[in-house]
């Protein structure tokens, strides 16, 4: 499969724990980005790389959340002392670079974060 | 900023009833328009896109969207719908930012 890898796909955490997921995109996309989604709602942007630069993070990033990319393949997303509130799916997306034919992203299958 | 508004937030028809999910976005300037599929259990993946040129766009299986730039709406419309469509349908829309995606619409389509 070459599409859009995420690890794990479910992970049950106690509140106050740390959690890192990984994500591997597609491997020429040079786009990467972060979406949390909640039950009945669409995909919230987090954040996203161009390469191995983060280039933009949404106000719903606190400071207990850090993306890295550092060679510009493989991203992770950690979330520290995790709250209830951090339950959700998080997804991974990729795309090719920034002209208009190549905005398509890619989303891979997602890990579910569940805070007990 | 952009947003996405999705109109309806559940529909149910029957098999081979047609279909239309309204989808209306707000930015000013130049937009690629989207909308996404999630089926049960499965990862978003790709409908259609509108980048430029026909506002009409036709993608996989049967569906279609018109982009009508006066209304800022990206309506998805199929002629007759099968059991296999019932899933979520996101809108979303590209500016100047990332991707910004709509609440989503669930899809029942009962036999």
């Known amino acids: ?116 | 900023a952009q947003s996405v508004s999705q109109h309806n937030h559940h529909v149910i028809l029957s098999e081979a009833a047609s279909l239309e999910l309204g989808c209306n976005y707000s930015y000013g300037g130049t937009v690629n328009l989207f909308w996404y599929v999630q089926y049960p259990g499965q990862h978003l993946q790709l409908l259609l896109k509108y980048f430029s040129g026909d506002p009409l766009v036709k993608g996989i299986k049967g569906f279609e969207a018109e982009f009508i730039k006066s209304k800022f709406s990206f309506n998805l419309r199929k002629p007759s719908v099968q059991w296999s469509d019932t899933a979520e349908y996101f809108c979303a829309v590209k500016g100047n930012t990332p991707l910004v995606f709509g609440k989503g619409t669930r899809l029942s389509v009962i036999a």
């Open chain 1, 1 to 116: 499969d070459t599409g859009v890898s995420q690890d794990p796909r479910h992970k049950i955490t106690k509140r106050g724990q740390n959690v890192t997921f990984r994500c591997d995109p597609i491997s020429e996309h040079n786009r990467l980005y972060w979406y949390r989604q909640t039950l009945g709602q669409g995909p919230e942007f987090l954040t996203y790389f161009q390469n191995e630069a983060q280039l933009e993070k949404s106000r719903l990033l606190s400071d207990r959340f850090s993306a890295e990319r550092p060679k510009g393949s493989f991203s992770t997303l950690e979330i520290q002392r995790t709250e209830q509130g951090d339950s959700a799916m998080y997804l991974c997306a990729s795309s090719l670079g920034a002209g208009t034919a190549n905005t398509e992203a890619f989303f891979g299958q997602g890990t579910r974060l569940t805070v007990v």
